[in-house]
């Protein structure tokens, strides 16, 4: 026996048991028609959308079983059964807004041929190989974790070349050209040659080259640092004899740099690009001067200018440590939705302060009204903020960051001192205006504050009317029609906004006062004015009378306020008073709720 339910109504209560004998025409005294729960179907939300959760009495025995998505779970008999009736029931908490919308009844007397033990033979094959085989791929995941920290990657280099014999060459048109060095082998790339020519003047002239002695010859390279510009310039290549001094190089560092002869020098030697050593004596040989001389060895000269201890770097050695720890970096500002951000250039040494203020500059504005956010690895998005008084680098904050992955941070911009900012706590609120609408605002009371904390920044982010003092005016009287009312004539009467029915309200209900006899027009034109809707927009506006959860549209354009059409009924002091409702549609956003995430489903019978 299945019943549906569909809509459901504001509360239906089911039995557990149901008897039926008195329905039939002919009863079976052996056979009772009493059915026994078996399932209840429940959805909560409303007809736009909702959660489904199924509990089941599986051998009807009632122990109940709760099965919401891909969760089962045991459940009492009231959970599965009371909580479900719907309705706003004052015994019910606010949790249990659910509505069963189809119940399955099994009769008493058939439980044992509907209920039967499933057995191997009743599960299709198919669902044995599916459910084994994700048992086997569940069990082989979990052996993978567990075994991880076992494996490790080899690279393997076989000594068996594969060839296809088809050159992408002509052998003999290259030997033609110049005598063949080395046949490459398929698994090593081809070199890159540079081929070095005589200026056509020297070529006419007859000079050549000059000889290079492999043995007692060496090939240096010349950079020459300015302080004051942070910039490293080449000075081409030198080719001397490994006996040369030192000393005798400085006259050619001087003519490629454009500086007088005389110019005084500090030399050093490039070892790798985190290892600069200065030379320090200019009267030995280069084999001894430098560290491993060979071919390509790099001198890097600068002047010996004590106007150079002023500039950020002023030596080589401190250029190329801070060349070594630059890094970009891209920050992002966390309020803007996809914001590309901009690209700093700064040094992994570099501290929280150091930080803000290279980025301030950037912003054109105070270190101090920046936070910064942690880029979350698992995701591009902020993640934790980082206080002021960071003690790490920035090394520490992109160690997480893989080589060739963009290093990116988030800021935002404060209206307060991130040291006061640290010191609040954000809370988004909703401030209701003259006009009935609601507005979201962000206020920071103090961490270890109270309500009237909250109150006193509330009082900083609105507009409240102000208490001046009221000046007698000659002449003038004070309107009583605003301030007392006429209980015979006059009433207050609630307003509320809905769109088609009357139990999806919305908006903010208000009180408005009205006369007997008074021409609804006017009443319009007040309540136009008190919410300041636009003409256009009011055009569209229904008026109704809602009494009883019913609702009568007033389509008469002379019609007069009649009081008693806003007055309980006799006899009904107990349902809620006839209002006022303005029929329109609702352009505000919808709050989101997480039960109404899902889509709606349909059954269709």
Not at 295 to 308: A, C, R, T
Request: negative net charge.
């Amino acid at each position: 026996l299945c019943v549906s339910v569909s809509p459901p109504p504001p509360r239906f209560e089911f039995p557990e048991q149901l008897p039926l004998d008195e329905f039939l025409q002919k009863t079976d005294s052996k056979d009772p028609a009493n059915y026994i729960l078996h399932a209840v179907l429940v959805h909560s939300g409303d007809n736009h959308g909702g959660h489904y959760v199924v509990y089941l009495n599986p051998k009807g025995d009632g122990k109940w079983c709760k099965f919401d998505d891909d969760v089962v779970s045991r459940c009492t008999k009231e959970e599965a059964i009371e909580h479900n009736y719907g309705g706003h029931d004052d015994d019910l908490s606010v949790r249990h807004c659910t509505n069963a919308y189809m119940l399955v009844y099994i009769r008493e007397s058939k439980l044992s041929e509907v209920l039967l033990a499933v057995n191997d033979v009743d599960i299709p094959q198919q669902l044995v190989e599916r459910l084994q085989e994700e048992k086997r791929v569940e069990a082989q995941k979990r052996k993978e974790r567990q075994e991880a920290h076992l494996y490790m990657q080899v690279q393997v280099r076989l000594g068996v070349q594969v060839r296809l014999g088809i050159s992408l060459w002509n052998d003999r048109l290259v030997c033609v050209c110049f005598p063949q060095m080395i046949d490459l082998s398929d698994n090593e790339n081809p070199w890159t040659i540079f081929l070095e020519t005589v200026d056509p003047e020297m070529a006419a002239s007859g000079a050549t080259l000059p000889k290079f002695d492999k043995d007692h010859d060496v090939m240096l390279f010349l950079k020459m640092y300015d302080p004051k510009s942070r910039s490293l310039n080449y000075c081409g290549h030198i080719y001397t004899a490994i006996s040369c001094k030192i000393r005798d190089l400085l006259p050619v560092m001087c003519e490629r740099a454009g500086f007088q002869q005389e110019t005084s020098l500090i030399l050093y030697e490039e070892v790798k690009p985190n290892l600069t050593e200065r030379i320090q004596d200019y009267d030995v040989s280069l084999d001894k001067a430098l560290d491993e001389l060979m071919d390509g060895d790099i001198i890097v000269f600068q002047k010996d200018d004590p106007e150079n201890d002023s500039s950020e770097l002023p030596t080589a050695k401190d250029y190329f440590r801070d060349l070594y720890h630059r890094v970009d970096v891209i920050f992002c500002d966390k309020t803007i939705h996809n914001d590309p951000g901009f690209v700093v250039t700064l040094s992994n040494r570099m501290n929280y302060f150091q930080v803000a203020k290279t980025v301030a500059q950037r912003l054109n504005t105070d270190p101090m009204l920046l936070q910064f956010f942690k880029s979350q690895g698992y995701r591009d998005g902020p993640g934790n903020p980082l206080r002021h008084n960071y003690e790490g680098t920035l090394r520490d904050l992109l160690q997480f960051f893989k080589p060739r992955q963009p290093k990116k941070l988030y800021y935002q911009q404060l209206k307060m001192k991130i040291t006061d900012f640290e010191n609040r706590r954000s809370f988004k609120s909703i401030w209701l205006n003259s006009q009935y609408r609601e507005e979201e605002i962000t206020l920071y009371p103090d961490k270890h504050g109270c309500v009237r904390d909250l109150l006193e920044e509330c009082k900083k982010a609105v507009e409240l009317s102000t208490v001046t003092t009221v000046l007698p005016c000659g002449g003038q009287e004070l309107p009583l029609d605003q301030v007392d009312l006429d209980k015979d004539t006059e009433m207050l009467i609630p307003v509320a906004h809905f769109h088609k029915e009357v139990f999806g309200t919305f908006g903010i209900p208000f009180l408005l006062k009205i006369r007997q006899g008074e021409p609804f027009r006017d009443v319009m034109r007040r309540i136009q004015s008190m919410l300041e809707i636009q003409e256009k927009e009011f055009e569209k506006f229904k008026f109704a009378i809602v009494m009883m959860g019913r609702h009568q549209y007033i389509t008469e354009d002379e019609y007069e306020i009649n009081l008693k059409d806003f007055q309980p009924q006799p006899g009904n002091m107990s349902h809620p008073r006839p209002w006022l409702g303005l029929d329109h549609f609702n352009k505000a956003p919808k709050r989101g709720r997480y039960t109404y995430l899902e889509k709606a489903i349909k059954i269709h019978n």
